[in-house]
């Protein structure tokens, strides 16, 4: 059924989920590891992309856009912008061996891709140096050709060249084998645009003015002392995420620097809001509302004339569960929305399956 997972040290769709933990391949050194590149058919050759480089982040740009994950009916396809690529491929530590790239021979058109950054992932009481692995992507006139598990055997020829042994990434479908499984909800923010454009339905009984009163939020955060997070912050968000992360079974483990590199706010690609003094309740509320209305300048230089975000996502991990329903997220249904379950998988790694509210690992 799965001619190529079966040959990889994962477990079989069919076995019981593992009671302990540890390496499903025997302990090998770098030494082991083929020097040589894998073989890919004749018309190709392998590259590696140099996020730096602005003509190459627009190859990489034009594949993803036009080639990466779409729901069912190709109606909506992740659009990550070359500011939000390079920060994802750039943490502290980054290897630019990592970022795979397959050509027609001779430098031709880049149609495969295929990413990896370093992360610690704690795995219950162990702490494992990884590879996080993202935007795998074979260009739509070359699928169906065996080139993923191609892609996939040279990450891992070359981060395991590095020493490097296990793999965390997610995936909208189910391979051998999930270590946990996590759903999608959305909060609408301007339900008039995604019930127009078909990412939402209008509700029985409802009118588009009674839709979009329902899911009204604050013009400005409620809290008091609510600003975005500046560098000076990054030792105390650090241990208070730190902190907080210990009680899930999967999570990473970041530093100071990678707090700073995924967490300081970035124009357009990330931001992040902190309060001083006070601890706990109704901070998600706002967040909502940072959303909604402070997010007017970045949201306006990626999308000219939109001012917003028009949906917030969320996964059912961690403790969001508490909040989820009241501020009338609802559940991803199925329909139309790319990535409604969202499947978590470790590589080279048998450990007891994960519930979602002790996971908090949110790539992807
Ligand atoms: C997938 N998403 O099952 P079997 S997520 C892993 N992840 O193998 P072909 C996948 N494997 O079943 P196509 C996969 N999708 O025969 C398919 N496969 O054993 C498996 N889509 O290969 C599949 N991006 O080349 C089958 O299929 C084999 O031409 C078939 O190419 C697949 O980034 C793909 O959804 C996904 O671009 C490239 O459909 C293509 O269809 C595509 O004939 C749109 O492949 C974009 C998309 C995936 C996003 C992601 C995480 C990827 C994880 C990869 C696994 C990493 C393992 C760890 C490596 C490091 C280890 C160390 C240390
Ligand atoms: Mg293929």
Known sequence: EHPFWDTQPVPSMSSEYDQDAGPLDELKTVDDVRPEPYPLPGQFEWCTCNVDDDAEMQEVYSLLTENYVEDDDSMFRFDYSIHFLRWALKPPEFLRNWHLGVRVKGGGKLVGFITGIPAKMRVYDKSIPMVEINFLCVHKKLRSKRLAPVLIKEITRRVNRENVWQAVYTAGVVLPRPVSQCRYWHRSLNPKKLIEVGFSHLGQRMTMARTIKLYKVPDTPQLAGMREMRKEDV?????????????????????????????????????????????????????????????????????????????????????????????????????????????????NWKCPKIEPRKSPWAQG
């Not at 998600?284 to 990626?302: I, N, R, T």
């Not at 009241?326 to 199925?334: P, R, S, T």
Request: with cysteine; charged share 25%; glycine share 8%.
């Open 235 to 347: 030792p105390r968000v650090h241990g208070l995420v730190s902190n907080y992360l210990q009680k899930f079974s999967l999570h990473p483990e970041f530093t100071p620097d990678e707090v700073e590199h995924w967490m300081l706010p970035k124009e357009g690609v990330v931001s992040c809001w902190v309060r001083e003094n006070e601890k706990g309740e109704d901070l998600m509320l706002d967040a909502l509302s940072v959303a909604k209305q402070q997010a007017h300048a970045p949201v306006e230089k990626m999308f000219p004339g939109e001012s917003g975000f028009d949906v917030f996502n969320a996964l059912d991990i961690m403790d969001n569960e508490s909040f989820l329903k009241d501020l009338k997220f609802g559940i991803g249904d199925g329909y139309l929305r790319p990535g409604t379950c969202r499947q978590y998988y470790l590589y």
